[in-house]
């Protein structure tokens, strides 16, 4: 069995800063991408932030020059540093990995609980 579990969430005023992690653990074979997404109370679930295997990344415009994700390829983990923040961060964190469990299994995703993080202005 996979589980991702995330860590760092809180409650931070604004511009304050916040570094969520989230460490993979059980049978893994080989990690590709991992991410970050959030989810605001009525809202969908959006993407933040994707690191791949070879430190590409990618990000939400709204997070851009703010956020920074990065990852611990030796410990299955992946970070998020936050700076800056802003109330319409507020959100639950949720992070992902995209990965194989043996040399014979396809990809498959694979989600954390979720981390709070409320910004207050």
């Known amino acids: 069995q996979v589980q991702l579990v995330e860590s760092g969430g809180g409650l931070v005023q604004a511009g304050g800063s916040l570094r969520l992690s989230c460490a993979a653990s059980?049978?893994?074979?080989?990690?590709?991408?991992m991410g970050w997404y959030r989810q605001a109370p009525g809202k969908d679930r959006e993407l933040v932030a994707t690191?791949?295997?070879?430190?590409?990344?990618n990000y939400a415009d709204s997070v851009k020059g703010r956020f920074a994700i990065s990852r611990d390829n030796s410990r299955n983990t992946v970070y998020l540093q936050m700076n800056s923040l802003k109330p319409e961060d507020t959100a639950v964190y949720f992070c992902?990995?995209?990965?194989?469990?043996?040399?014979?299994?396809?990809?498959?995703?694979?989600w954390g609980q979720g981390t709070q993080v409320t910004v207050s202005s």
């Open positions: 992902n990995a995209v990965l194989i469990r043996t040399v014979s299994d396809s990809y498959n995703v694979y």
């Open positions: 059980g049978i893994i074979q080989s990690i590709n991408n």
């Open positions: 690191i791949y295997s070879r430190g590409s990344t």
